[in-house]
């Protein structure tokens, strides 16, 4: 999965709690992104990173914060779970905005 | 802002046709185009993009797409399909503004039967 890695792989946690969901790349690449993926709505973007402490909001943003001290990682932070926020959580990176993405294996989250 | 719409939620096809995915896209200016696959538990992975040129772009595990910009389409397609090829797929655009974010489709079940 050209480099990159995600941890947990899978979550069970309590509503209410904090979670922090790690993307990591070994590729080097600029641009990283978080995504939820949810049967009849396909991938939707949670934040984005352009650069090192460079990030923004995507379409489905609400309930989550990202952080991005270093190239090789990006963290996916949900401050307070919610049981909407079950799903299944998919890092990309590229190497420039809008050209080809490459996929993280994915973590299954499921807040109880 | 861009968009893309796969109007089918699933396709049907027997194994050794030709298949063809739908995508038609929504974009100001002229668009890139992805198609990505998704394996049973696995991430996404790029099969083909259309960036500019020859409208039928080749791609992986024998697979093309066809961008029509008198129909704003962007049809996936494979002259025979294997039952392996059975995966769901999605079609995706980048906003080529800003930061160029990327839409995907909400994906087709595409099922090959043996």
């Known amino acids: 999965d050209a480099g990159i890695t995600q941890s947990p792989r899978h979550k069970v946690t309590e509503t209410g709690t904090p979670v922090t969901l790690r993307c990591h790349q070994t590729e080097n690449h600029r641009y990283m992104y978080w995504y939820r993926q949810d049967p009849g709505h396909g991938l939707r973007l949670i934040h984005y990173?352009?650069?090192?402490?460079?990030?923004d909001k995507g379409e489905v943003s609400d309930g989550y914060s990202v952080s991005r001290s270093k190239t090789e990682d990006f963290l996916l932070t949900l401050e307070s779970a919610t049981s909407s926020q079950t799903s299944v959580y998919f890092c990309?990176?590229?190497?420039?905005?809008?050209?080809?993405?490459?996929f993280g294996p994915g973590t299954r989250l499921t807040v109880l | 802002a861009q968009s893309v719409a796969q109007p089918e939620d699933q396709v049907n096809v027997a194994e050794g046709n030709p298949l063809t995915v739908k995508c038609t896209y929504s974009?100001?200016?002229?668009?890139?185009l992805f198609w990505y696959v998704q394996y049973p538990n696995r991430g996404l992975q790029f099969l083909l993009k259309y960036i500019t040129g020859d409208n039928l772009v080749k791609g992986s595990y024998g697979f093309e797409a066809e961008f029509n910009k008198s129909q704003t389409s962007f049809h996936l397609k494979k002259p025979s399909a294997l039952v392996s090829d059975s995966a769901l797929y999605f079609c995706a655009v980048p906003d080529l503004g800003g930061y160029q974010k990327v839409t995907f489709g909400i994906g087709t079940k595409l099922q090959v039967i043996p």
């Open positions: 990309a990176i590229s190497q420039r905005g809008g050209d080809t993405q490459y």
């Open positions: 990173s352009y650069g090192v402490k460079d990030t």
């Open positions: 974009v100001s200016g002229n668009p890139y």
